[in-house]
């Protein structure tokens, strides 16, 4: 039986509130299993069950009573940690023009793929967790995936609603025929054009160093900083079983700036940044 994970990744946000959540199904050599996780801006939850309890939907899936796809969640999960329900329904969503992995998504035995599956929509409802309410009218969207058998070693991921747009970034340690290099894609969208940084376009990652990253491809360069925030712990997968830890901050201070040729197209410092640093 091969090592396998499959997981969704839905971040919901606010002008004061955030809320991700993160269906995965995984399969290591011991076990099949799935699991719901939630993250708020203080505190993260997850919930196994049995792989059974998982199935595909159309273009949606389904875990227990939860349900997930490009039209919203549905959530209902009570145990005695956790009290969750509620529902969210999405706008339209924006998709990347092609795959965020470009030729590398055709590659045989990469340990992990990304997906982008939308850069920015809107999100509407209300969920309660543990009796706190999440309520989202007109509230940023943002959706993405990954699959494989385990996440990269060495990893930084960062993502950020703009005001005209939304970007993404992550550059990790890729083993591929026994070497190891340090791999980059990212996505700025910005007034509606989309600039993708990415290793098969020539980006490269000039600084990985203490929560700060600098990618550089061509006349573009993309600076993100961690400045506050030391996460939540979350589960990961290694080999198809979620036995890994890592931390993300759901919303948390951050500073960013995205130059093309001597023209800066912004710079700023937020508190509703999404981070995990994983050097």
């Not at 329904?89 to 998504?105: A, E, N, Q």
């Amino acid at each position: 039986m091969h090592s396998y994970f499959y997981g969704w990744y839905f971040k919901c946000q606010s002008a004061s509130q955030t809320l991700s959540v993160i269906p995965a199904v995984h399969r290591s050599e011991q076990k099949k299993s799935c699991s719901v996780q939630i993250i708020t801006e203080d505190h993260a939850w997850n919930v196994d069950y049995p792989v059974s309890a998982f199935q595909r939907m159309g273009k949606g899936i389904r875990i227990e009573r939860n349900r997930f796809g490009e039209r919203g969640i549905l959530l209902a999960i009570h145990t005695p940690e956790l009290s969750i329900s509620g529902k969210l329904r999405f706008g339209p969503l924006l998709p990347l023009k092609y795959d965020i992995m470009g030729p590398f998504s055709v590659l045989p035995f990469l340990e992990c793929r990304h997906s982008v599956l939308s850069m920015r929509h809107t999100v509407n409802g209300r969920v309660c967790v543990n009796g706190r309410e999440y309520l989202f009218q007109n509230a940023f969207g943002y959706w993405e995936g990954d699959q494989g058998r385990s996440f990269p070693r060495e990893y930084a991921w960062t993502q950020c609603k703009l005001q005209e747009g939304s970007l993404m970034l992550a550059v990790a340690d890729v083993p591929i025929a026994g070497i190891r290099f340090r791999g980059v894609i990212g996505v700025v969208l910005w007034k509606g054009r989309e600039y993708r940084l990415a290793t098969y376009l020539g980006a490269k990652a000039l600084q990985v160093r203490d929560g700060r990253l600098r990618v550089v491809q061509g006349d573009v360069m993309l600076e993100a900083r961690l400045i506050e925030g030391m996460g939540s712990r979350l589960r990961a997968p290694d080999n198809g079983s979620m036995t890994r830890t890592i931390r993300e901050s759901a919303a948390c201070r951050a500073y960013y700036r995205c130059r093309k040729g001597g023209r800066i197209l912004f710079a700023f410092e937020t508190d509703r940044a999404s981070f995990e640093y994983e050097f």
